[in-house]
């Protein structure tokens, strides 16, 4: 699947922020905080959207469904190397 240059160019701006992040963090604390905050995000785009309490369940399938499509794909390449090979 291809992505548009400009999604892809969201996405580095994530994360070029979570790595100047994690320069200070534990392990796992900007992963964590990126989950929760994506979480959030989506919650308040849902609803301010209109979302209603019977539509709740099929977002939050969609949204868990595109999540684990993104991992998948980022863990096997499918986008590129999650971190850029070493010369």
């Known amino acids: 699947m291809a992505y548009p240059p400009e999604f ?3 996405v580095d701006e994530f994360i070029h ?4 992040l994690s320069e200070n963090c534990k392990d796992g604390e ?5 989950l929760f905050a994506a979480g959030r995000y989506n919650a308040f785009n849902f609803v301010s959207q209109g979302g209603t309490a019977q539509d ?27 971190v850029k090979p070493q010369d």
């Open 8 to 10: 892809l160019k969201l």
């Open 17 to 20: 922020l979570a790595n100047r």
């Open 56 to 82: 709740q369940e099929k977002a939050v399938e969609f949204y868990v469904s595109e999540y684990h499509k993104a991992i998948v794909s980022n863990i096997e390449g499918v986008v590129g190397p999650v």
């Open 30 to 34: 900007v992963s964590a905080a990126i």
